[in-house]
């Protein structure tokens, strides 16, 4: 079965669009990658997004709702083309949507008790409509909904695509916020440690987006932060930041290290008269050191790293990493024959044939979910939509 699977992080950086063939066999799935199209945002709308995210009106969200269905159909619509197929080759759409908001702990409400809440945007109808392809999509509520924090959902699919029978790995992606997998030793699913472990691009973006009054949204290739100094200080009082610390189940977002983060870390460099290269060099460091607080749940030792997301390109957030976890191994996917762009895109692919034959999707030992779910929702295309997808029929 073909299926596209579409996805924009917190990084608000664009749409990734990944063509993937899922495979029938009694056990495992053979999945295999065979387009990925990146379609950037530009950077105003890149802006407009991540403005919304903090003090959208409800109009602006209602119409970014539509105006980014748009933006993930163009992108499903480009990945077929650049695969040399038509919409009707393929039997589904998987959509994450672009989060705007993220609340994982519950806030207390009147009568009702504890409410957890999460937020994304890009109207599955009109990617449904503009493609003509059955499309799935919001599958972060459902696992809230059975008391989980919706997050991370990747690692059912990290676990289909890297456990291996001897080499316990951790899987990482850098996106905006970075999360980890930890896939034990042969690993099923109910073994599968996975969290977010804090900041990543995003800070780095807000830095460099800050500094430059919007001219750069990012430390290309980390050449600034490979200019400057980590500030042995600063690191130890980011490193002593709440989030850091607490246990898993865990999950974040722009929420906690958006905005008001980038004011305190402008208000530390005023005050240590620090440039903006230690700045960066100090925050590359942070993240890899957040990365590194997997080792503290994870039971059992570590063989091999294996990195992902848009922040491979950073090559001061990858030597950073490579020395936190020595000796251990550090790679990215690229050495293990995947895009690390594209890696969340696939998953949501393979999020999407999952609920299509009724298999769950969320990991309740992660999430924190009172039990697994089939995550989602759907949106038909057409009388027989149904019949499309019975090639892959129901798996026990
Ligand atoms: N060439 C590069 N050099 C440094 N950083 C990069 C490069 N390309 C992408 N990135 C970083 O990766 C981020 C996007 O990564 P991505 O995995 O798409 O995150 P998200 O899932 O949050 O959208 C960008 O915002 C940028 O910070
Ligand atoms: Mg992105």
Redo the contacts with the bound molecule.
Sequence with gaps: MKVVGL????????V?AALVEIGRRKSGLPIKMIAFHPLPYPRSLQQRILSASVSGTVSELCHLNALLGEWFANAALAVIRVANLLPKDIALIGSHGQTVHHLPHGIKDAGVGSIRSTFQIAEPAVIAERTGITTVADFRPRDMAAGGQGAPLTPAVHALLFRHPRRARLIV?????SNITYLPKGSGFDDLIAFDTGPA??V??GLMARSTGGRM??????RMAARGQVDGRLLAKLLAHSYLSKAPPKSTGREVFGAKMLDELFAMQQAKQLPIENLLATCSRWTAEAVGTARRWVRGGIDEVIVG???V??RAIMKHLTDVFAPVPVSPVESYGWDS?AL?AVAFAVLAYQTATEQFGNVPSVTGAAHPSLLGCIVPNGPGWMERLRPHPRRK
Excluded: Q, Y
């Design positions: 996805m924009s992080g917190t990084s608000g950086d664009g990734d992606n850098l996106g905006g916020i691009n995003m780095l973006d949204s990012m430390d290309r290739e980390g997301g848009g922040g390109r950073n762009k969340e």
